[in-house]
Each structure stands twice: as C-alpha cells, then as structure tokens.
C-alpha cells in the first residue's frame, strides 16, 4: 500500500508563518502534535494539545538548545521501516513511537549573513538537529512524509482530506527530493560562507544552491529547458528585483537584464544620470547625462538599429521624461532602482513591456564569485569587481591626454568592462559612439566598432562619423599596432588599454607617429 496515514507529526520550524492555521488542521485529522522550543509554545498558545519534544526523548533541551532532537526516539520514530518486523521490534523494545509527519524549516542562517552578523552568531545560526532530522525523514520517505518550507502546507492538506489522512507516495518522494535539495543548498550556503571568512579560494570542495524564483518557458532556444533560481547574494539586480508588469521573462531576458544592470552599476547615481542599453548580453549604446532622457537619447543614437528590442537599464529612479523616450520605440525590459508614479503609469500602456525596480544598485567594487560549467567540470572565479577610477593610469606616449579625453577614456573603459572580448568602445562626450564585441581579432573589432559608427552617421544624416574626435578602449592589450591605426584612421584621438603586450614598443610608437595620446591601466577586463 502506497498511502500511508499520518498518526504523528514532529513540528520544528523557525518560520512560523501558516503554523497554527496547519497544526489546527492536522489536529482535525486527528494527528498528535509533537514539538519543540518556541514551535511548541506557540502552537499551545493556540490552545492546541502538543507534546514537547523532551517529553519525547525523556531529556530536556540543553546547551542553549543545540541538544534537543538529537536522540533515538526521534531518529528511530522517522528512520524505522514500518513493514520491517526487526524494525518493529526495535521500537517496541525501546519504547519508540512512529512519526509520519516531519515538518521543519532550518535555522536562518543565510538571512544571518545576509544582514551582515558577526561570525559567532553566523555559527549559531547553523541548524544541526533540521537537516539531520529532514534527510532521516527524507530517506525513510516511503513511510514519512517531510515538509521543508510553508508552502506545501497546502499540499499536505489536501492530501490527507483526499485520503482519509494518508499521504500518497508520489507526494512523498516530491517532498523528500524538495528536502534533499534544502539541505543541500543549505551546507552550500554555510561551506561558501566559511570559505569567504578563512579567505580561501579554492576550498577542496565547492557547491552551489538556490531557491526557485520560476520554471522558463523554455532556455536560449525553445528546444531546451531552463528555470531560474536566487542564490543566498543578495546583490540587487534581475533576482530582487519587483517585476510590475509585462509578459513573464524569458531566460535571455533574464540573461541581457543581468548584464544591462551590471553595466550601469559602474555609474555612480550620485555623480550623473546614465542609461545603458543591452542586445545580446552586449552594450550597444551607453551613455552619461544631465537627466536620464538625455543620457537615453546619448545611448539610442549609438546604434539604434540594435536598441529595437533591447534592454534598457538606468542607475536612477525612472522619471515620466525617461519613460516616454523609452517607450517610443519596442523596448523588452526596462531595468531601474526605482520608478514614479507617473513613470509607471507611463510604462503601463505599453502591455508588453516589462519593468522591474530593483531597489538599488549592485556595488561594483563587491567581492563575489562567478561560476560557468564545462564538460564534467565547473569554472569558478571572483568576480571582476576592478574599477577604472581605482586604476593608477600611466601615459605611454609623448602625449598626454586633455582632461576632456581623459573623461571619456575612463568613461569607455567602464564600458569595455561590460562588453564581450575582443573588444573595442569608441566614445564621445561620455557616450559610446561604436561598439565592437566578441571578434575572434581585435582588428575586426576596432573595425565592425567604426562602421556602425558610420552606420549610425548615415541614418542621423551627419556630415561624419561620431568616431572623430573620439576616444578609444581596449578590454585588453594590443597584440599588434594594426587595431591602433584601425582606431585612428576613424578619427579616435586617445586611447586606454591594459598594456603588457610584448609589441607595447611597436604600438607607442604608432601612437606616437599619429599623435595619439594613450593610456595603460594595467588591468585586464576579458568577458567571454
């Protein structure tokens, strides 16, 4: 027989919310009521029966309560094969009564960390007895049902007025995968906690987990599947953010907002107003502006062609200006700290069109960790949280640049961070003028970057392209001095890259020979 009727159930949770409205319900299922601590005084706060755990066990709880379900009457109450005549024995022998019912939700301990508590109660925050219990239970799943969070309190209920006060195996075995998961994402959170305090950055083993926010239509292609989770870093972006209205998002739109926002962190709200707009996961026009409509309408001229469709994010609270400029054109997300009334209600009359405030701006300078599968393996890094203005620049050529060139070459450069390798930014008066992204070549870059500044003077009807007088970004050095002179012959006047190339001697001098100002960072930004 695949039901199995619950006669007892364990309640231990620190999330009380829903408990009484579930123990009320349980008890009407005629179910015994066990607990512990504060679990257990509030269900008889309620005025329900419940009998606490140390009852159970014949042993108070100890040592600031770290003792208390550690014991066999409630490890062989989950744990014993109920068809099992040794096991029965066992438990008759030693006076064990059957649990059928666990529910537990662990310790807080990734909302300890994440509102920045010391390290000792972090450790306490790390739940010993739950995850014990929740993986017994889990295991002895064709006997046990184990409930992990108060969202699928529902579920148990209408299973058991479904069945008379039985739970099915398939709700089981739902539960006991859901619980493995928890504990698992659970130690995750704790072992790269523990590795972040010992400053350790390649512990021996290394585990990821998040919660589900949603299940995806489908992944980068309808022919795969995808789902999208939160990780214990609350680093505000797509993740936190409050969705207002529009379709739901898709996994490349999750995908460009991350990048969009990313990107706009690397502007200080309280410095300018700036606007990026993403295609593809790249940048294809971002901008710096007195308000957010004028720096939108900077970043639009760059290549409006790709802006169809796009991404847009802002580093301040979108306005009514903003949101009618934005809306002129199909726009797929909108991406801001936050929106007033007016902005919202401007957004909302194109149906469509997603907005999410996030509530803030990720912190650029954030330490934090990157991760990427490969076949049989995962790549794991820090994340590249170097930012140019903490950057000692060195002048490589006879020139130095003006303080206007040396504007916009940091204001490039925030971008090139952003934007995949090879990469190439031109910009102007703190606005990207051309983009060239992920070329195999850096030469292609420089030149795909030129011709849709071409492209962009053509369809602006200007005399020429915005590349003259412009300045350039490299996200990483020049090999040869031919994606220079590319740069130059297009009218850039300046140029930031990293430097260390065994031709920095060959590139100098073609700088040199032209003119051209150019700056070392000494800091690599590969996106790949």
Not at 41 to 50: D, F, P, R, S, T
Not at 283 to 312: M, Q, W
Not at 329 to 336: K, M, P, Y
Request: proline share 4%.
């Amino acid at each position: 027989m695949t039901d199995h009727r619950v006669a007892r159930a364990l309640l231990s949770v620190s999330d009380k919310s829903g408990l009484i409205e579930f123990a009320t319900a349980l008890v009407g299922h005629g179910i015994e009521l066990v607990s512990t601590g504060g679990t257990a005084k509030a269900i008889a706060a309620a005025g329900l029966k419940v009998t606490d755990v140390s009852e159970l066990t014949g042993f108070p709880e100890m040592m600031d309560g770290r003792v208390k379900t550690l014991h066999p009457k409630v490890h062989g109450g989950l744990l014993a094969i109920r068809g099992n005549a040794e096991h029965a024995q066992s438990m008759k022998d030693h006076g064990i009564a059957p649990i059928d019912l666990l529910v537990v939700n662990l310790y807080p301990f990734e909302a300890t960390v994440d509102k920045g508590a010391g390290f000792e109660e972090c450790i306490e925050n790390i739940d010993i007895g739950g995850p014990a219990m929740i993986r017994a239970a889990a295991k002895n799943h064709d006997d046990v049902a184990v409930v992990v969070e108060s969202q699928d309190y529902q579920a148990v209920l209408d299973e058991l007025a479904a069945h008379k006060g039985a739970t099915t195996l398939a709700l089981r075995r739902r539960l006991a995968a859901k619980a493995y998961a928890r504990t698992a994402a659970y130690d995750a959170a704790i072992s790269n906690w523990f590795a972040l305090q010992l400053k350790t950055d390649a512990p021996d083993f290394r585990s990821f987990g998040g919660r589900l926010i949603q299940p995806l239509r489908y992944g980068e292609n309808p022919h795969q599947t995808a789902a999208f989770y939160r990780t214990p870093d609350r680093r505000p972006g797509v993740a936190t953010a409050r969705q207002l209205q529009g379709r739901e998002l898709s996994y490349n739109n999750i995908n460009d907002t991350d990048a969009a926002y990313e990107c706009i962190a690397e502007f200080d709200a309280t410095r300018t107003a700036a606007c990026v707009i993403v295609k593809h996961a790249n940048p294809c026009g971002v901008a710096e502006g007195a308000d957010l409509v004028g720096a939108y309408r900077k970043a639009l001229a760059c290549d409006s062609t790709s802006a169809y469709g796009g991404i847009v994010a802002l580093n301040r609270t979108l306005d009514a200006d903003a949101a009618r400029a934005i809306t002129e054109i199909f726009t797929e997300v909108i991406i801001a700290p936050d929106a007033t009334e007016e902005a919202i209600a401007i957004v909302a009359a194109r149906r469509n069109l997603r907005l999410l405030l996030a509530g803030g701006l990720p912190d650029p300078r954030a330490p934090g960790l990157t991760a990427k599968t490969v076949a049989g393996g995962l790549l794991v890094q820090s994340r590249d949280n170097a930012v140019v203005d903490d950057m000692p620049l060195k002048v490589a050529t006879k020139r130095a640049p003006t303080d206007a060139e040396l504007r916009d070459l940091k204001f490039a450069f925030r971008v090139a961070k952003h934007v995949k390798s090879n990469t190439i930014v031109y910009a102007r008066d703190l606005a990207t003028v051309g983009i060239g992204a992920g070329q195999m070549s850096r030469v292609d870059s420089a030149r795909i970057a030129a011709r849709k500044a071409q492209d962009a003077a053509d369809e602006a009807k200007l005399a020429e392209p915005m590349t003259k007088g412009s300045v350039v970004a490299s996200d990483a050095f020049f090999p040869f001095a031919d994606g220079l002179l590319v740069a130059i012959e297009a009218g850039a006047t300046a140029v930031i890259q990293p430097g260390g190339s065994m031709r920095d001697d060959e590139v100098i001098k073609a700088a040199d020979e032209h003119g051209i100002a150019m700056v070392f960072t000494g800091v690599r930004h590969f996106r790949h």
